[in-house]
């Protein structure tokens, strides 16, 4: 096989994606520039899509490659939702760059290769021992099903997710939605310590076989129960559930928590019994709304809590601002802040404030940390608090724990 000129790489990067069904048009990019032009970062970046795919086509991929801006990207899906010629560009283009990137030896910023590093060993970015995948629930107050020690079949199978099992702040939200689940008398499980992260930023950041391995491991994994709804608490890994994974014959009845209680909305009307008396104000996290096109069913949850007034941001649904978590952003603060001068969870947390809003709701684990540290960063923690939709229901519902 003849040995492919440095020249030529980049077009044979491109035809290679071409080569997939999601890929056909990416060969037909008109430069038209709205990929750069609406992505939230792109002043940041030495090299938008729209201009990677000139240099690849134009021999001079190397000099994308070894750019630290291929590591701004925190695929908030605009680039490819407004692209005229529907190329995957956030899904296909910037993985596949990040991928060629590190098999040439240009590697990412030393926290994201942590994460990545963290989440090949352990299972789990944060570098948590999957023993201690269940602390959360520890001395919880309505029973857990841990189908990993004792396998049964149950309606819902819940994937916790990382953050939510792992991280203080978010474990307040799982124990909520394990208390909101067993009062909808929903029966439910978790695997307990069998569960690793889907993987969705591992393969936005380029990891490509570990991605694979993860999706190896959790197919056979989620084939191993019986169970009617598979439940996720992060959107990250609908997106990877509905959208990536069946491509590797990966297909499971898979929802996010605002669908799963919003079409239960009339049963849980009636528990909803405490009035919160607030104005607030939704955050449409990149995974659920443009992704995967859920924009109501949050809004819906919270229209039904007694007391509260819903205001909108300026930009919102579609037009919504990416909070900067995704694709390894969690990971990328330092870089993306060093190379574009701040974060966009800063100027998320600006506008929600400016609505008057004095809870901004979220349904995504990121942002719960994301936003708390961005409210204190620019000193609006006394004007608006972060809460998840879960915990405004179960606070509703009068179910939320009293101390711990």
Same mark, same amino acid.
């Given at each position: 096989?003849?040995?492919v000129?440095?020249?030529?790489?980049?077009l044979?990067?491109?035809?290679?994606?071409?080569q997939?069904?999601?890929?056909?048009?990416?060969l037909?990019?008109?430069?038209?520039?709205?990929?750069?032009?609406?992505?939230?970062?792109?002043?940041?970046?030495?090299?938008t899509?729209?201009?990677?795919?000139?240099?690849?086509?134009?021999?001079?991929?190397?000099?994308?490659l070894?750019s630290?801006?291929?590591w701004?990207? %925190?695929?908030?899906y605009?680039?490819?939702?407004?692209?005229?010629?529907?190329?995957?560009?956030?899904?296909?283009?910037?993985?596949?760059?990040?991928?060629?990137?590190?098999?040439?030896?240009?590697?990412?910023?030393?926290?994201?290769?942590?994460?990545?590093?963290?989440?090949?060993?352990?299972?789990?970015?944060?570098?948590?021992?999957?023993?201690?995948r269940?602390?959360?629930?520890? &001395?919880?107050d309505?029973?857990?099903?841990?189908?990993?020690?004792?396998?049964?079949?149950?309606?819902?199978?819940w994937?916790?997710?990382?953050y939510?099992?792992?991280?203080?702040?978010?474990q307040? %939200?799982?124990?909520?939605?394990?208390?909101?689940?067993?009062?909808?008398?929903?029966?439910?499980?978790?695997?307990g310590?069998?569960?690793?992260?889907?993987? &969705?930023?591992e393969?936005?950041?380029?990891?490509?076989?570990?991605?694979?391995? $993860?999706?190896?491991?959790?197919?056979?994994?989620?084939?191993?129960?019986?169970y009617?709804k598979?439940?996720?608490?992060?959107?990250?890994?609908?997106?990877?559930?509905?959208?990536?994974?069946?491509?590797?014959?990966?297909?499971?009845p %898979?929802?996010?928590?605002?669908?799963?209680?919003?079409?239960?909305?009339?049963?849980?009307k009636?528990?909803?019994?405490?009035?919160?008396?607030?104005?607030?104000?939704?955050?449409?996290?990149?995974?659920?709304?443009?992704?995967?096109?859920?924009?109501?069913?949050?809004? &819906?949850?919270?229209?039904?809590?007694?007391?509260?007034?819903?205001?909108?941001?300026?930009?919102?649904?579609e037009?919504?601002?990416?909070?900067?978590?995704?694709?390894?952003?969690?990971?990328?603060?330092?870089?993306?802040?060093?190379l574009g001068?701040?974060?966009?969870?800063?100027?998320?947390?600006?506008?929600?404030?400016?609505?008057?809003?004095?809870? $901004?709701a979220?349904?995504?684990?990121?942002?719960?940390?994301?936003?708390?540290?961005?409210?204190?960063?620019?000193?609006?923690? &006394?004007?608006?608090v972060?809460?998840?939709?879960?915990?405004?229901?179960?606070?509703?519902?009068d179910l939320?724990?009293?101390?711990?």
């Open positions: 096989m003849a040995t000129q440095a020249d030529d790489k980049g044979e990067l491109l035809k290679q994606l071409a997939s069904p999601e890929g056909e048009s990416i037909g990019c008109m430069q038209c520039g709205m990929c750069g032009g609406s992505c939230p970062l792109g002043y940041a970046m030495r090299f899509p729209r201009n990677i795919i000139l240099q690849a086509r134009s021999g001079r991929l190397q000099s994308v070894e630290p801006s291929i701004v990207c %925190v695929g908030c605009n680039c490819s939702y407004r692209c005229p010629r529907g190329i995957e560009l956030t899904d296909l283009l910037w993985p596949a760059i990040r991928d060629r990137a590190m098999q040439e030896g240009y590697q990412p910023p030393a926290e994201l290769q942590k994460a990545l590093q963290n989440t090949y060993m352990y299972g789990n970015a944060l570098g948590k021992s999957p023993k201690k269940t602390e959360w629930a520890k &001395d919880l309505v029973p857990i099903r841990d189908l990993s020690q004792n396998p049964e079949p149950v309606e819902v199978l994937l916790v997710g990382d939510p099992a792992y991280y203080p702040r978010n307040v %939200v799982t124990r909520d939605f394990a208390r909101i689940l067993t009062a909808l008398g929903v029966r439910w499980g978790i695997i310590n069998k569960e690793k992260t889907i993987g &969705d930023c393969r936005l950041s380029g990891e490509e076989g570990l991605f694979e391995s $993860l999706i190896e491991y959790n197919i056979q994994t989620l084939r191993s129960y019986e009617e598979l439940i996720v608490t992060d959107p990250h890994s609908l997106n990877s559930l509905q959208n990536i994974y069946p491509k590797y014959g990966g297909r499971f %898979v929802e996010h928590y605002a669908t799963f209680l919003a079409d239960r909305l009339e049963e849980l009636g528990l909803l019994v405490r009035p919160l008396e607030a104005v607030v104000t939704y955050h449409d996290n990149c995974c659920l709304s443009r992704r995967c096109g859920c924009y109501e069913a949050p809004r &819906d949850l919270l229209r039904a809590i007694p007391g509260v007034q819903l205001v909108e941001m300026r930009r919102n649904r037009h919504g601002l990416c909070c900067g978590g995704g694709a390894g952003g969690m990971w990328l603060d330092g870089h993306i802040v060093e001068g701040h974060r966009l969870s800063d100027e998320r947390i600006v506008e929600a404030a400016a609505t008057g809003a004095k809870i $901004l979220v349904s995504c684990p990121f942002e719960l940390s994301r936003f708390e540290d961005a409210a204190k960063v620019k000193g609006l923690e &006394d004007r608006i972060v809460r998840d939709i879960i915990e405004l229901l179960a606070e509703s519902m939320r724990e009293k101390t711990r």
